[in-house]
């Protein structure tokens, strides 16, 4: 719960152009003094939040469904430069993950949720380079699932 809260911040810090996820992210954590948090008393109007995004499919502009969100990357500023798409399979079986650059996948508000599109086909998202997470190291690196 406390990652969505964290990606959730970073988005909207993203998207407001706001650079609150850079001065959070970016404290020294070698034992030097650190800076106390500061309290917000308004968010973005606009945010668009981790849960509208995580899991949540996305479609092409046909309005086929070509994938699901897994996973959002973000840099050490705190911006969202990346998202992890599954791609292919039935139930779970035979599904690639891939990175997309995270500009390219739009989001829409209809009928009170929102609606994540991208300008790709199934097959160009088949054919894209795969990646797997290793939990050992706590990332994704390249290599299919």
Known sequence: MLKSYVLAGAIAATLSGVALAEQTMNRPTDGAAMSRP???????????????????NVYDPQEN?????????????????????????????????????????KATERNNKWWLTMDATK????NATGFRFDKNKGLWTLGAK
Do not use: C, W, Y
């Not at 606009?46 to 949540?56: D, F, K, R």
């Not at 097959?123 to 088949?126: Q, R, V």
């Open 123 to 126: 097959d160009e998202l088949k």
């Open 38 to 56: 500061e309290f917000l008393t308004m968010l973005p109007q606009n945010a668009l939040l981790v849960s509208n995004i995580h899991e949540q």
């Open 65 to 105: 469904k070509i994938g699901e969100v897994k996973d959002l990357v973000l840099d050490r500023s705190g911006k969202v430069t990346a998202a992890i798409v599954s791609v292919g399979g039935f139930l779970g079986i035979g599904e690639k993950d891939i990175a997309v650059a995270f500009n390219d996948i």
